[in-house]
């Protein structure tokens, strides 16, 4: 279901950002807000653009990613963006997007108004943060004075200085001219202008003279695409329920080592109560380590604090783990050790997720550091969840009725 949603009109858009590019372009940054013929394109440069395209008849599409802000990518549920879209949408693209989890929103303009899949109004999802600076005149005219005193460093910064750089943003962005941008970007003195480069990006946009705006070709919807049907954390859960119904696979106990000597001597050294007594739960791979409180945990010296008794910890653990790891049915994922005075207890698990274990729903086991674990062994020692981990098991194909 799609619903309506409150944006300027598609020229409206167009002329804040072509007038952004150019501006920018003119001081020497091209690739930040940009014209292309596939439209307008901004990008920060950190993983965070946003695209606008026009289709004849007044139709228009806007599209983008946030990699910080745009919750709609890992929303539980997951959200459809392209659900019931047009099929003039540039599809190859926002698919590509979609599959890579790079897409945060899909806006279209048609019939005078703007439409997007519904979701909640608090799911972010990257709009405001990608394309901010073009959904209002006085978001524009703010970023055109970013350029100058911030990307161009322009002195003296002062409250007169300021009002007169707004006034010539506001004069360059009801209509563009060379003599409006110079107004504009003339006063930078430690910055190389270049009027030609930014008329050059105007009138590529179409805001010049006859000069016309570039219009995208129609798309066209294709007959199945990858949609995802399980969030991450639905992923997650997934795996980890498959986890906990593993049956645990019979393994030759692994040879006794010097690395567990050494830990057997380090939590009898940490006795809660001095008597040799205690507990040691963790679980480990390749590239994470968490532990949990057991009945004696490990004492905690004054002059290390937590974090150094479990930095501590981890080496110790680590050197265990890789002592006896096999090539064959490969490294335990769970440990549980208890030590008394003259002995111990040890459990290892290699395919499930033991009870003693705390499950509380929303963190465990990242899903590619077990994929890695359990791929390094020989395939009758991985278990039974291992497909389970394969990223496209959280998608599933849909049929758009081509």
Request: glycine content about 8%; proline content about 6%.
């Amino acid at each position: 279901m799609s619903i309506t949603v409150d944006l300027p009109e598609p020229a409206e858009l167009w002329r804040r950002w072509a007038t952004l590019a150019a501006a920018l372009s003119a001081l020497g940054y091209a690739d930040v807000w940009s014209v292309a013929k596939s439209g307008v394109h901004h990008d920060d440069g950190g993983g965070n653009w946003a695209h606008l395209a026009q289709l004849d008849g007044g139709r228009a599409v806007l599209y983008g990613y946030d990699h910080e802000y745009s919750a709609t990518v890992d929303a539980d549920p997951p959200v459809d963006l392209l659900a019931g879209a047009p099929s003039w949408l540039p599809w190859d693209e926002l698919v590509a997007y979609a599959s890579d989890d790079q897409l945060g929103y899909v806006l279209w303009h048609d019939d005078g108004q703007w439409h997007r899949v519904a979701y909640p109004e608090s799911l972010d999802d990257g709009l405001s943060s990608t394309a901010g600076p073009v959904l209002a005149e006085r978001a524009a005219r703010d970023e055109l004075a970013e350029f100058v005193f911030e990307w161009g460093e322009h002195e003296p910064d002062t409250p007169v200085e300021r009002a007169d750089v707004d006034a010539a943003a506001t004069r360059l962005l009801q209509s563009f001219g060379v003599e409006p941008l110079r107004e504009l970007l003339g006063r930078l003195t430690g910055q190389e202008v270049d009027l030609r480069v930014g008329l050059a990006v105007a009138t590529r946009a179409g805001l010049t003279g006859d000069s016309a705006r570039p219009i995208q070709a129609e798309g066209a919807r294709p007959a199945l695409r990858k949609i995802r049907k399980l969030s991450d954390t639905e992923h997650d859960r997934l795996v980890w329920a498959a986890m906990r119904q593993e049956p645990e696979r019979t393994r030759p106990a692994p040879v006794g080592t010097g690395e567990l000597g050494a830990i057997l001597t380090w939590l009898r050294a940490r006795s809660p109560h001095a008597d040799g007594r205690c507990s040691l739960l963790v679980y480990a791979d390749e590239s994470s380590l968490a532990a949990h409180r057991g009945d004696h945990p490990p004492l905690e010296k004054d002059d290390e604090g937590r974090f150094g008794t479990f930095r501590e910890l981890s080496d110790l653990v680590r050197r265990l783990r890789a002592a006896e790891a096999d090539d064959a049915y490969g490294r335990w994922l769970f440990l549980h050790l208890e030590t008394t005075a003259t002995g111990y207890t040890l459990e290892r698990r290699y395919d499930s997720w033991p009870d003693w274990w705390t499950d509380n729903g929303i963190s465990g086991p990242w899903r590619g550091n077990l994929r890695a674990e359990v791929e390094s062994r020989a395939e009758r020692w991985r278990p039974g969840w291992t497909h389970l981990l394969d990223p496209e098991v959280a998608y599933r194909p849909a049929d758009e009725g081509v």
